[in-house]
C-alpha cells in the first residue's frame, strides 16, 4: 500500500462513459434525428461496458500481486496545489474501489442495456442516456477518487444527475419537486460532509500532517487522538459529520425522505442510482474512511444505531405501501440500514459485502418492477396488478429470485451478507443484542412486504382489466393483459437474478465451510480499522452462530408464511393488521409516520416563516431605518432651504435694498447744478472754518 | 496813517467775497470764470502782503507770478470748456448744463 503500482488505466474508466456524456449530451439530439435512437444507444452502452472491461483487467491486475502490494495509482495531473492542501487529480483502485468499480459498470452497464429497451418511446432518450451516462461517470470518480476533494467531485456529481434525472419528465409538476427535494435533503448531508472535511484537515494540519488523500490521512491518522475542537474529540466530530454526510446520500434517518419521493424518475434511474450505486456512497466512504471511523467508537454506535433504527423503521413503511416501486424504495432505505449496521459494528468487509449483493438484487427488483410498470402502461398501483405470472413468467421468475435473495432465503447471496451483518451486529466488540435485534425484526419484515408484493403483483387474480378502457387508445381484447417485456429487458433480468444467486459466493461463511473470500479480499482495506476494533472473531461461537443464523431463517420464514396466507391463501385477512388498536397503527404506518408532514411543518414551514420573518423585517425594520433616513435628510434639507430661503436670501436682499435706498438717498446730492456744488464747497469750507475756529478758542 | 498789514487783507478779503459772490450768483459760465479770476487774485494780494510784511525773502512774490500763470492757463482751459458747452447746448448759462444730475 506504501507503493502503489502507477498506471493510466484509471482515468479511461471515468474518461469513457463522461465522453459518452458529452456527445450525447451535445450532439444527442442531431444524432438522434441524423441516425437513430440505436445509435445512441451504441454511444451510450459501449464506453460503460469498456469501462467494464478495463474494471475488469484493474481487478485481475489487482488480484495478481500479493495482498499488501493491491493498490493501482492513476496520477492525471496536479489539480490543487496550495499551502499544505495537495490534491491531485488522481484515481486509486485498492481491492475496496476494484469491487465497487465492477458493481458500478456492470450492473451499470446491464442497466443502460435495459434502458434502450425501457426508454424506447421516450422523445428525450438522447438526453437520458446522456445523464445516464454523465452519472456513470461521476461515480466512478467518487469510487476512484484518491483524495476527499476527488470523491467530493463524484460526490456531488451523481447528486447532481440524480436530481436531473428524477426530474426527468420534468413536465409534470411533482417530479420536478421531488428531484428537488432529492437535490436539497442532500444538500444538508453535503453540507456536513464539506465541513467534516474541513475540519479534518485543519486539525490534520496543525498536527504537521495536513493531507486529504486517503492513504496519507490513514498513515498519520494517529496525530487526531486526543485532539479536541470546542471539547469534543476531533475524530468524533469529524466522523460524525461524515456520517450526517452518509445519512443525506444513503438516505438514512433523518435524511432519508427524499428517496421514496425519487421513485418519481424513471425505472432504470431507480434501479442504477436509488438502488445499486448512488445511495451506496454513504457506505462506501465510510469504507474508505474506516481507519477514522475506528477511532471514534462513539459514532461507530450512533452508525450502527441509526442503521438499526433506519432497517426496522423503513422495513415497517414498506408494508404498507401499494406503489410497486414505493416498496421497494422503502426497502432500499431498509437495506441500506443493514450496511450502516455493519460499518457501524466495525464489521467494513459485511457492510461492503452487503453493498454488492443488494446492488445486483434490488438493481434486478427495480428492472424487474419497471417491466411490470412497462407491461402495464405505466400503471404503477400493485391493487391494480396481480396473475402477472401467467403473461411475464422471465419478470416472474428473476423477480422471485431476486425476492428471496432480497428476504434472507438460505444460501442465496443475501442470506450470506445480511447474516453476517447480523452475526458481526451481535458479536462484535461495538455489536450488541440490541442492534442485532432490530436487524432481526427487520428481516422478519422485509419477508413480509417483499412476499406481499410478490404476491399483489404475479399472483391472484389480474385486477386492472380496465386500464384499456381509459385511454391507452388500444382496442378491446388485443391489449387485455400485459405482454412479456423484450429480450434487451429480459436479459438484464437474467443476468442480474443469476448474479444476486451465485455473488454470495465470495463470501460464504467459515461456519459454513466457506473461507470468508470477500473479507480477506477486502483485508487490506481495513486491516488498519481492524487494528483499532478488536478483532470479533474472538467473540461468540460457531454454536451461537448456528443459533443467529437459524433464528433469522426462521423469522424470514415466517415474514414469508404471513404474507403467503394473507395474499396467498387468503387464510388470514390483512384486516388484523389494519384494523390493530383501531385502525391507528396501519394509518400510521400507512402515511410513513407522517415524517414528511413533520418536516413540512417544521423544517420547510419553519424556513418559509423564517423567510417570511425575514422579508418582514426587510421591510419593516431596514426599509424603516433607510427611509426614516431618507425622511430625517429630506427634514434638513427642507430646513436647510428654507434657512438659504430666508435667512440667507433674506440678509443679501435686505442688504442689497439698503444699499439701494442710501444710493437712492445719496443720488440726490448729485443736482448736476454747478452752483450748488459750489455752495456746498463753499458751504463745507465754512463750516470747516467755524469748527477749527472754535476748537482752536 | 500808514498803510499797514491790514489794510490789505481787508481789500483782498473784499475781492475774495466779491468773487466768491460772482461765483455763487452768476449763471453765465464766463461770470463764473472772471469770479475764479477774481478769487485768485485775491490770493495774489495775501501773498505780496505776507512777502512784503512778514518774511524776509521773495517766496510769496515768486508765488504770485506762478498764481499768474496758472490763472492764465485756467481761464484758457475754462474758455475752451465753454465754447465746448456752448457747441453742445447752444447757451452757457449753467443752470442749463444739468445733464450729470443724479
Known amino acids: 500500500m506504501e507503493h502503489p503500482i502507477a498506471t493510466q488505466s484509471l482515468r479511461w474508466i471515468i474518461f469513457l462513459p463522461l465522453l459518452g456524456a458529452v456527445i450525447n449530451g451535445l450532439f444527442g439530439r442531431v444524432i438522434q434525428k441524423q441516425f437513430g435512437k440505436n445509435a445512441i444507444s451504441i454511444l451510450a452502452c459501449a464506453p460503460v461496458w469498456l469501462a467494464f472491461a478495463i474494471s475488469l483487467s484493474v481487478f485481475f491486475q489487482l488480484r495478481g500481486v500479493a495482498p499488501e502490494e493491491r493498490a493501482l495509482l492513476d496520477n492525471v495531473w496536479d489539480w490543487i496545489h496550495i499551502g499544505d492542501l495537495h490534491a491531485p487529480m488522481a484515481f486509486w483502485a485498492d481491492p475496496l474501489s476494484a469491487t465497487l468499480l465492477l458493481v458500478v459498470t456492470g450492473v451499470g452497464g446491464l442497466i443502460h442495456i435495459y434502458s434502450v429497451a425501457y426508454m424506447h418511446d421516450d422523445a428525450a432518450f438522447w438526453r437520458f442516456f446522456a445523464y445516464l451516462n454523465l452519472f456513470t461517470a461521476m461515480m466512478l470518480t467518487l469510487v476512484l477518487g484518491d483524495n476527499i476533494l476527488v470523491m467530493f467531485v463524484g460526490w456531488e456529481g451523481v447528486g447532481l444527475c440524480s436530481f436531473a434525472l428524477i426530474g426527468f419528465w420534468y413536465e409534470e409538476y411533482a417530479n420536478a419537486t421531488a428531484g428537488s427535494k432529492a437535490f436539497i435533503v442532500n444538500r444538508v448531508g453535503d453540507f456536513a460532509f464539506v465541513v467534516g472535511a474541513f475540519l479534518l484537515f485543519w486539525t490534520m494540519s496543525a498536527a504537521g500532517h495536513g493531507s486529504v488523500i486517503f492513504r496519507e490521512i490513514n498513515q498519520h491518522a494517529e496525530v487526531l487522538s486526543g485532539k479536541t475542537f470546542w471539547g469534543m474529540d476531533v475524530v468524533t466530530v469529524v466522523t460524525m459529520l461524515f456520517f450526517i454526510g452518509a445519512t443525506g446520500k444513503s438516505a438514512q434517518i433523518p435524511l432519508y425522505v427524499w428517496l421514496p419521493d425519487a421513485m418519481a424518475g424513471p425505472t432504470p434511474v431507480s434501479a442504477l442510482i436509488h438502488a445499486a450505486t448512488m445511495v451506496t456512497a454513504g457506505v462506501y466512504m465510510i469504507g474508505r474512511t474506516n481507519v477514522l471511523f475506528s477511532m471514534a467508537p462513539t459514532t461507530l454506535h450512533v452508525v450502527a444505531f441509526v442503521g438499526g433504527l433506519t432497517a426496522l423503521f423503513a422495513a415497517t413503511i414498506g408494508t404498507a405501501q401499494n406503489d410497486i416501486k414505493k416498496v421497494l424504495a422503502y426497502s432500499t432505505v431498509s437495506q441500506l440500514g443493514y450496511m450502516f449496521l455493519g460499518m457501524g459494528v466495525g464489521a467494513y468487509a459485511a457492510g461492503i459485502y452487503h453493498l454488492v449483493t443488494h446492488a445486483f438484487f434490488k438493481a434486478c427488483l427495480f428492472l424487474g418492477s419497471g417491466s411490470v410498470i412497462h407491461a402495464m402502461h405505466h400503471e404503477q398501483d400493485m391493487r391494480k396488478m396481480g396473475g402477472l405470472r401467467k403473461w411475464m413468467p422471465i419478470t416472474h421468475w428473476t423477480f422471485l429470485i431476486s425476492t428471496l435473495c432480497l428476504t434472507g432465503f438460505p444460501f442465496t447471496s443475501g442470506f450470506f451478507s445480511k447474516d453476517e451483518i447480523l452475526w458481526k451486529a451481535w458479536s462484535s466488540e461495538n455489536g450488541s443484542p440490541l442492534f442485532w435485534l432490530m436487524g432481526f425484526c427487520g428481516a422478519g419484515l422485509t419477508a413480509f412486504y417483499m412476499f406481499r408484493q410478490v404476491y399483489m403483483t404475479f399472483y391472484g387474480e389480474f385486477r386492472g382489466g380496465h386500464h384499456d378502457d381509459h385511454g391507452q387508445g388500444?382496442?378491446?381484447?388485443?391489449?387485455?393483459?400485459?405482454?412479456?417485456?423484450?429480450?434487451?429487458?429480459?436479459?438484464?433480468?437474467?443476468?442480474?437474478?443469476?448474479?444476486?444467486?451465485?455473488?454470495?459466493?465470495?463470501?460464504?461463511?467459515?461456519?459454513?465451510?466457506?473461507?470468508?473470500?470477500?473479507?480477506?479480499?477486502?483485508?487490506?482495506?481495513?486491516?488498519?480499522?481492524?487494528?483499532?476494533?478488536?478483532?470479533?472473531?474472538?467473540?461468540?461461537?460457531?454454536?451461537?452462530?448456528?443459533?443467529?443464523?437459524?433464528?433469522?431463517?426462521?423469522?424470514?420464514?415466517?415474514?414469508?408464511?404471513?404474507?403467503?396466507?394473507?395474499?396467498?391463501?387468503?387464510?388470514?385477512?390483512?384486516?388484523?393488521?389494519?384494523?390493530?388498536?383501531?385502525?391507528?397503527?396501519?394509518?400510521?404506518v400507512y402515511n410513513k409516520y407522517y415524517v414528511d408532514e413533520l418536516y413540512q411543518e417544521t423544517f420547510i414551514n419553519g424556513t418559509l416563516r423564517l423567510s417570511q420573518f425575514l422579508a418582514w423585517f426587510d421591510r419593516t425594520i431596514v426599509d424603516g431605518i433607510v427611509n426614516g433616513a431618507a425622511t430625517v435628510v429630506r427634514g434638513l434639507s427642507f430646513l436647510n432651504g428654507m434657512f438659504d430661503q430666508y435667512v440667507i436670501d433674506g440678509i443679501v436682499n435686505r442688504l442689497a435694498e439698503a444699499t439701494l435706498f442710501t444710493g437712492q438717498r445719496f443720488r440726490q446730492m448729485q443736482t448736476g447744478s454747478i452752483n450748488a456744488y459750489l455752495y456746498v464747497v463753499v458751504g463745507a469750507v465754512v463750516v470747516m472754518m467755524v469748527v477749527e475756529l472754535a476748537w482752536a478758542g | 496813517m500808514s498803510i499797514g498789514l491790514p489794510h490789505f487783507l481787508v481789500v483782498s478779503t473784499l475781492v475774495f467775497l466779491l468773487g466768491l459772490y460772482c461765483v455763487l450768483t452768476r449763471r453765465n459760465a464766463i461770470g463764473i470764470l472772471m469770479g475764479v479770476e477774481l478769487i485768485l487774485n485775491s490770493a495774489n494780494i495775501n501773498y505780496l502782503a505776507f512777502s512784503r510784511y512778514g518774511s524776509a525773502n521773495y517766496d510769496g512774490q515768486i508765488f504770485a507770478i506762478f498764481v499768474i500763470m496758472l490763472a492764465a492757463a485756467e481761464a484758457a482751459i475754462g474758455l475752451a470748456i465753454v465754447i465746448g458747452i456752448y457747441q453742445t447746448f447752444h447757451t452757457i448759462d449753467v443752470e442749463a448744463t444739468e445733464t450729470l444730475r443724479g
Open chain 1, 474 to 588: 388500444h382496442g378491446h381484447g388485443q391489449e387485455a393483459h400485459p405482454h412479456e417485456s423484450p429480450l434487451l429487458m429480459t436479459l438484464p433480468l437474467a443476468i442480474l437474478a443469476t448474479m444476486a444467486l451465485v455473488i454470495g459466493l465470495v463470501g460464504i461463511p467459515h461456519s459454513l465451510g466457506g473461507s470468508l473470500e470477500f473479507e480477506q479480499w477486502l483485508a487490506p482495506v481495513f486491516e488498519h480499522g481492524h487494528e483499532a476494533v478488536a478483532h470479533h472473531a474472538a467473540h461468540g461461537s460457531s454454536a451461537t452462530e448456528y443459533l443467529l443464523m437459524a433464528m433469522s431463517v426462521g423469522i424470514a420464514f415466517f415474514g414469508i408464511f404471513v404474507a403467503t396466507s394473507m395474499y396467498l391463501w387468503k387464510t388470514w385477512s390483512p384486516d388484523f393488521f389494519t384494523n390493530l388498536a383501531g385502525g391507528k397503527v396501519y394509518t400510521w
